[in-house]
């Protein structure tokens, strides 16, 4: 069984930085494609990035281009989303989710079944 933990979260002020983690178990962490999606409160969950078992591509939704950037560590089995420029509208809970297989035209949908494991969250807050 396949566990994702994510730390890093925090209150931050606009304009700021945060770096969260998403450190997972397990000896398939080379396999597996991770990606991140947040819920801020009232909201549905919504995709905000994902990279494949590789790290050779990356995803992003429009509203974190340029200010976030993903990337794993194979050594630590952890998946980094380091998150600049913060915006009070990035404030949410943030959660990694893990999947077998890559399907690009998958990777947007949280309410499927491509996404296997997830994580409990961690909430990232931004002041304005």
């Known amino acids: 069984q396949v566990q994702l933990v994510e730390s890093g979260g925090g209150l931050v002020q606009a304009g700021g930085s945060l770096r969260l983690s998403c450190t997972t178990s397990g000896r398939t962490f080379s396999s597996y494609t991770i990606g991140w999606f947040r819920q801020a409160p009232g909201k549905e969950r919504e995709f905000v990035v994902v990279?494949?078992?590789?790290?050779?591509?990356?995803y992003y939704a429009d509203s974190v281009k340029g200010r976030f950037t993903i990337s794993r560590d194979y050594a630590k089995n952890t998946v980094y989303l380091q998150m600049n420029s913060l915006k009070p509208e990035d404030t949410g809970v943030y959660y990694c989710?893990?999947?077998?297989?890559?399907?690009?035209?998958?990777?947007?949908?949280?309410?499927?079944?491509?996404?296997?494991?997830w994580g409990q969250g961690t909430q990232v807050t931004v002041s304005s």
């Open positions: 989710a893990a999947a077998e297989v890559w399907r690009p035209i998958l990777v947007r949908d949280s309410s499927g079944s491509y996404w296997k494991h």
């Open positions: 990279i494949n078992w590789s790290g050779g591509s990356t």
